[in-house]
Structures are given as structure tokens and as C-alpha cells.
């Protein structure tokens, strides 16, 4: 079955620290790969995707993410946590069939 | 703001009520989704449209009901609702079709807090 995994519910991590959110897929094929990170009392906002092309993808206020075919990854990076980073990420795939999954959500907390 | 707006933010309902959550999108885009978001589980994917038409329903009971009267607007009809099906309803779109260059991002409203007494 296709899926998304997201291993860790939730992640600490001391501002100004290297921050990394887990995301692996079980998806037949090439999919696309997002994430996107939701804060309280608000809908999901976009932060970037993977379709082609070089593995690490830049995306908003500072965040990365990095393809890893090999291991079926599609990790979270910020190299300096801010307090403002503090929400609820998610990562989706949208597979050549054009399903859309989504993990189940990693909760972030940036320790002052 | 993402360009997607949902009406109401909050509803209280009771079981034998009947209501409607009301979506707009003003990207352009030609496919709009209804999706449930509950607590610890994976957003669940209800209904979607693509050019008006609802090209996929996800086995979503009966007193669910969509309508999509054009690309913009989209709605959930609601009807004896069950307390399990307070959720956090979220609508989105995408732009879909060959002219597509943003990989089918999909652009997400703020949503409907449902509360069913």
C-alpha cells in the first residue's frame, strides 16, 4: 500500500539549533513530495516540493528538504531553529497516479 | 493569506441540524478539495473536483455532500451529523492539466472548526 510516514510525533529541539523533521514514502513510481506546515487555528500552508532536479530543494523562511531516492526520504532541514518555527508539519506525496497522501504530522517545538 | 477562504471559521451543530461550510478560491485554479482533519490521524481526502466535475469520493457517508457550482466556489453540505464527525474541515485547490508548472501544489484555506453535539 502507498504511504507517508512521518516517525516522530513530536521534535524539540533549542533555538538557534539545526532542526530535522522525518519523512519517508512507500510510493510506487516517481512521486512529488511537499511539505507543509500548518500553525494553531490555521490551514496548511505550502513550504516546497520535490519533482525533478537537484535533491535539495530550498523552500520558505529558511527551510530545505533533501531527496533521497535510495532510502525514500524527503527530510525537513533548517540549519537555525527560531522560536516561530513552532507548528505542526506535514509531509505529502502526490504519486504518478495523482493520489494525494499525508503523514499524520510532526508537532515542532523550538525551546528558547 | 493563501488565497483561499472558508466560511464559517467555527460551527456547533446539533445531530439533527442541517448546515453548510462554504469555500472560495481566487488562484484561478481548476480543482478544489474537501478534506477532514482529526487529531493523530492523517488528513483524510473527501471529495475532489477538477473542472467542476467531482472526479473522486473517498467512501464519505452519505450525510456528506458536496456541490461545486463553479471553479471558484465549492461546498459541504451537512446532515444528521455524528459527534464523530467534529473535525477540522479544510478546503483546498490546485491547478491541474498539462499548462501545470507548480508540480500540483495544492493551496490550503484556513478551515471549519465542526463541533457536533
Known amino acids: 500500500a502507498q504511504s507517508v510516514a512521518q516517525p516522530e510525533d513530536q521534535v524539540n529541539v533549542a533555538e538557534g539549533n539545526p532542526l530535522t523533521v522525518k519523512c519517508t514514502y512507500s510510493v510506487s513510481g516517481n512521486p512529488y513530495l511537499f511539505w507543509y506546515v500548518q500553525y494553531p487555528n490555521r490551514g496548511l500552508q505550502f513550504l516546497l516540493k520535490y519533482i525533478t532536479g537537484d535533491n535539495l530543494v530550498k523552500g520558505s523562511y529558511g527551510f530545505e528538504a533533501e531527496f533521497n531516492k535510495s532510502q525514500t526520504s524527503f527530510h525537513l532541514k533548517k540549519p537555525s531553529a527560531l522560536v516561530s518555527d513552532s507548528a505542526l508539519y506535514f509531509c505529502a506525496v502526490r504519486t504518478p497516479g495523482n493520489q494525494f497522501y499525508f503523514g499524520t504530522g510532526t508537532s515542532l517545538t523550538v525551546i528558547p | 493569506e493563501t488565497g483561499v477562504t472558508q466560511t464559517p471559521r467555527h460551527l456547533v451543530m446539533g445531530m439533527t441540524n442541517k448546515k453548510s461550510l462554504k469555500c472560495e478560491q481566487h488562484l484561478g485554479h481548476n480543482a478544489m478539495y474537501w478534506y477532514k482533519q482529526s487529531a493523530k490521524k492523517p488528513l483524510e481526502l473527501m471529495f475532489v473536483?477538477?473542472?467542476?466535475?467531482?472526479?473522486e469520493n473517498n467512501s464519505v457517508p452519505s450525510r456528506f455532500s458536496p456541490e461545486c457550482p463553479n471553479s471558484s466556489h465549492l461546498f459541504l453540505h451537512l446532515h444528521t451529523l455524528q459527534p464523530e464527525d467534529s473535525a477540522l474541515y479544510l478546503c483546498a485547490s490546485s491547478q491541474e492539466g498539462p499548462r501545470t508548472s507548480g508540480g500540483y501544489t495544492q493551496y490550503f484555506g484556513p478551515g471549519t472548526r465542526l463541533t457536533v453535539l
Open positions: 473536483y477538477s473542472l467542476e466535475e467531482r472526479v
